[in-house]
């Protein structure tokens, strides 16, 4: 298990799938998970529910890294939208949008 310090924080948030898809007639959603140190802004770790493994991980590995404090969260939105070519691709995005949005509201109420 990943040990994590006690700045970080964890949201999740989920986007409607295409029906014509696996993930879409099983699950319905796709869901993005970010943990976000509040110290530094930079993304931790993060998961999907796609239903493939490498999926995941090529997601995982696009967005862990990024400081959502230094830069803006369409940056790392438009690299997901460059690179991930899945038909899931707008759901994932939607939904790193809104995980990060939970993250500002988060902080606008601390």
Excluded: Q
């Excluded at 898809?21 to 930079?42: E, P, R």
């Excluded at 939607?94 to 939970?102: N, T």
Aim: glycine letters at 8%.
């Amino acid at each position: 298990m990943d040990g994590y310090d006690k700045n970080t924080v964890y949201f999740i948030s989920y986007a409607k799938l295409p029906e014509n898809i696996s993930a879409g007639k099983l699950h319905g959603v796709v869901g993005v998970g970010l943990i976000i140190n509040t110290k530094t802004g930079i993304i931790e770790d993060a998961v999907s529910t796609l239903l493939t493994e490498e999926a995941k991980k090529f997601l995982k590995n696009i967005m862990v890294g990024f400081n959502v404090h230094d830069h803006n969260i369409d940056d790392l939105v438009h690299e997901v939208e460059y690179r991930f070519h899945g038909v899931s691709r707008k759901a994932v995005c939607v939904a790193l949008k809104g995980a990060y949005e939970k993250y500002e509201i988060w902080k606008s109420e601390l």
